[in-house]
């Protein structure tokens, strides 16, 4: 029965064949043309890098170089030592505002002249503040010994507020 259903004849004819193929190729042709822009709308063009914690700050005339001093012989060691127990990547300081004469005189009256980074691999780095402290313990000293210093440092230091910023690494 098979064979008499062959014989028949065939049952697409060749203008039909040519017209299935081109409709075949013009589908796979609008697809391929299709998925780079489908994949480019899932891809950023960016990645999302390391979080910095900037503090900025206000140290007042006649006090600079005294809390130069304690970001040189503690503060620094801290961020050290973080860095070396892998909490932190980097650290920096950074003065702010009219440079001449030293120290730097803010740009306004409530503008920061010190500005302080810290620099952490990631958002979910920020979550070892159990750990930090325990290397600042272990660094500077209890934390009853580190309020009373920062007590003192509060008489000269004006916190002016800080923000959270990360790097977008660019592809």
Not at 100 to 115: A, E, H, T, Y
Not at 142 to 151: L, W
Request: glycine letters at 8%; hydrophobic letters at 40%.
């Amino acid at each position: 029965m098979l064979h008499g259903w062959m014989s028949a004849g065939p049952l697409i004819t060749t203008g039909e064949r040519k017209m299935i193929r081109t409709v075949i190729l013009c589908t796979c042709l609008a697809a391929s043309l299709l998925l780079p822009s489908i994949r480019a709308q899932d891809v950023r063009a960016y990645s999302e890098g390391p979080v910095t914690s900037v503090t900025y700050l206000q140290v007042q005339y006649g006090h600079f170089e005294e809390y130069v001093d304690w970001l040189d012989s503690t503060w620094k060691p801290t961020m050290e030592a973080s860095k070396k127990a892998g909490l932190i990547i980097d650290f920096k300081v950074f003065l702010a505002g009219q440079f001449d004469p030293l120290p730097p005189i803010p740009k306004s009256p409530d503008g920061p002249n010190i500005i302080l980074w810290i620099t952490y691999k990631n958002m979910a780095a920020l979550d070892k503040s159990a750990d930090l402290e325990a290397v600042a313990n272990k660094v500077i000293g209890s934390t009853e010994v580190q309020n009373k210093a920062r007590v003192g440092r509060s008489e000269y230091r004006r916190p002016l507020g800080g923000e959270l910023i990360r790097e977008l690494i660019l592809k």
